[in-house]
Nanobody
Framework: QVQLVESGGGLVQAGGSLRLSCAAS????????LGWFRQAPGKEREFVAA????????YYADSVKDRFTISRDNAKNTVYLQMNSLKPEDTALYYC????????????????????WGQGTQVTVSS
């Protein structure tokens, strides 16, 4: 079972940047796609970004496209989410998650397709 630990959250002013990291345990990290999701108070968890096992495929929610960038370093068992031009509506608890299927050809935005989740890291954007 892969364990995921997020870090890098914090308080930032609107227009600022943060980089989230998600470190994974286990030797099978490179076989799986990874995703970032977020949950704001009173709202359901939503998809943010995903990256395929090789790093060549990425996909973003419309709300973060052109502002956020997902990347991975398989040598470090880590996935990143670079967040620029942050807005107050980006305030949420951010989770990383591992795809349950290895070698998936296309990345997935389906929450049900992810089987390991981190504990989350809080991002708060002030106006």
């Amino acid at each position: 079972q892969v364990q995921l630990v997020e870090s890098g959250g914090g308080l930032v002013q609107a227009g600022g940047s943060l980089r989230l990291s998600c470190a994974a345990s286990g030797r099978t990290f490179s076989k799986y796609g990874l995703g970032w999701f977020r949950q704001a108070p009173g709202k359901e968890r939503e998809f943010v970004a995903a990256i395929g096992w090789s790093g060549r495929s990425t996909y973003y929610a419309d709300s973060v496209k052109d502002r956020f960038t997902i990347s991975r370093d398989n040598a470090k068992n880590t996935v990143y989410l670079q967040m620029n031009s942050l807005k107050p509506e980006d305030t949420a608890l951010y989770y990383c998650a591992k795809d349950l299927s290895p070698w998936r050809v296309e990345v997935t935005t389906d929450e049900g397709a992810y089987d390991s989740w981190g504990q989350g890291t809080q991002v708060t954007v002030s106006s």
